[in-house]
């Protein structure tokens, strides 16, 4: 398994591809939030999460389950 250095951490690929995965659905839930012209918190109280957590899924430093995505669609 090929690792690699990120911040001074060693990640295999699948972290890495994980973490590439997260960064591109937070990019996409912040274009969907912002073109439905909704904020953070009105977000965050539909799918039940802070609104600190729904920034977090949108800077991919989280991910939100299946069922909040849904909820996202609605």
Request: proline share 4%; hydrophobic share 40%.
């Amino acid at each position: 398994m090929t690792d690699w250095c990120y911040n001074g951490l060693n990640m295999n690929n699948s972290q890495r591809l994980l973490q590439i995965r997260n960064k591109k659905l937070g990019l996409l839930i912040l274009d969907a939030r912002n073109t439905s012209r909704r904020d953070v918190a009105e977000c965050a109280q539909a799918i039940g999460v802070t609104p600190g957590q729904f920034s977090e899924f949108e800077s991919g430093a989280a991910s939100p389950s299946l069922p909040q995505l849904e909820l996202l669609a609605l």
